[in-house]
């Protein structure tokens, strides 16, 4: 199948106090306000090839408001659109977002909110922002935590293998591993990807009546030990580690998970592989192999169960679930 879709080249998230969120993205997380409009705030990491990673938007609680990915080309992008529309999704075109050409904006099945595009200029740096290397689209951020481009985002969803199967029959992505319970043939985690990365979008089970729910956004960094220097930076200023930095199993990189003003979590990653086999076949995990923390040697918290907006019901993770969601999801009774 040809590839249709590039890779993530930014989210809209939202927070109840903008200010609050976006100060601690410049001043504690290295990112860069490019632009303000509509009660919303672009930023940029350093080292991405568009204008803006993250649209910090106001909103009554942490969430999701839109991922938005890159076609693989133009008539990549109709045919993506012609699949949507085929599998009865309508959507809508818009050619007023900043910073981007025509795009096509549409709510997936489980309540996501997604936008595709192909005409995206590249991002040219503003005086006093050049890199001296040519191929780095402006310099090194002189934070000490800064990331280099934002990475992936993990969304939650009540049906993990079903939300993979659309994702992949639908827009092409590659379903690259699974999580099941011990126990159980209970999927509680998948990773897919649209290109070498191990993964640009993950999935963990969600039981609650909140659809389009998100775990957490993720940023990237070029070395394990920038994993290390952010957290000593983020405790050093009053923002506590909520887990690592260890090493997935799933995918092999480097973690740090902590939370921004809205609680919102977001993640820190580095390491990982390159995955370029075509005919790849997702291999499932149980959660004593490693599948969230390969060393095995420590628990992580329950905290890392939550996701965004708060809701009433439990998700899960790579690491598994809770008693109580263990409970409901093998329990043939349960009304869910």
Request: with cysteine; charged share 25%; glycine share 8%.
């Amino acid at each position: 199948m040809t590839r249709l879709l590039s890779h993530l080249i930014s989210l809209e998230i939202t927070t109840p106090d903008v200010e609050s969120s976006v100060a601690f993205y410049v001043e504690r997380f290295g990112l860069r306000v490019v632009d303000r409009a509509d009660g919303k705030v672009y930023l940029r990491c350093w080292g991405d090839h568009y204008r803006h990673s993250v649209v910090v938007a106001p909103g009554p609680d942490a969430g999701l408001a839109d991922m938005t990915w890159r076609a693989d080309s133009e008539a990549a992008l109709d045919e993506l659109v012609g699949r949507v529309e085929a599998a009865g999704i309508q959507g809508v075109w818009r050619d007023d977002l900043p910073a981007q050409g025509r795009t096509f904006t549409f709510v997936g099945p489980f309540g996501h909110r997604m936008s595709l595009v192909w005409d995206v200029p590249p991002f040219v740096a503003e005086a006093g922002y050049e890199s001296t290397y040519p191929d780095r689209p402006e310099r090194r951020s002189s934070h000490g935590a800064a990331p280099r481009f934002l990475d992936h985002v993990t969304i939650a969803a009540s049906d993990v293998r079903g939300f993979a199967q659309w994702y992949s029959d639908v827009l092409g992505f590659r379903v690259m591993a699974f999580t099941d319970l011990e126990d159980a043939p209970v999927t509680v985690f998948s990773v897919l990807t649209t290109n070498e990365k191990s993964h640009d979008l993950g999935i963990v089970i969600d039981t609650s009546a909140t659809a389009g729910r998100v775990h957490h956004i993720a940023f990237w960094a070029d070395h394990p030990e920038d994993l290390n220097r952010a957290a000593d930076i983020l405790i050093e200023n009053g923002t506590p580690i909520e887990y690592g930095p260890s090493v997935h199993g799933i995918g092999e990189q480097n973690f740090l998970y902590f939370r921004e003003p809205s609680s919102l979590r977001v993640e820190l990653n580095s390491g990982g592989y390159r995955n370029y086999v075509p005919d790849w076949r997702a291999r499932t995990w149980r959660p004593s192999q490693g599948s969230n923390d390969f060393f095995r040697n420590w628990h992580m918290p329950d905290s890392m169960m939550d996701a965004f907006p708060t809701a009433a019901g439990m998700a899960g993770t790579e690491d598994g679930v809770s008693p109580q969601l263990h409970e409901d999801l093998t329990n043939p009774w349960a009304v869910r």
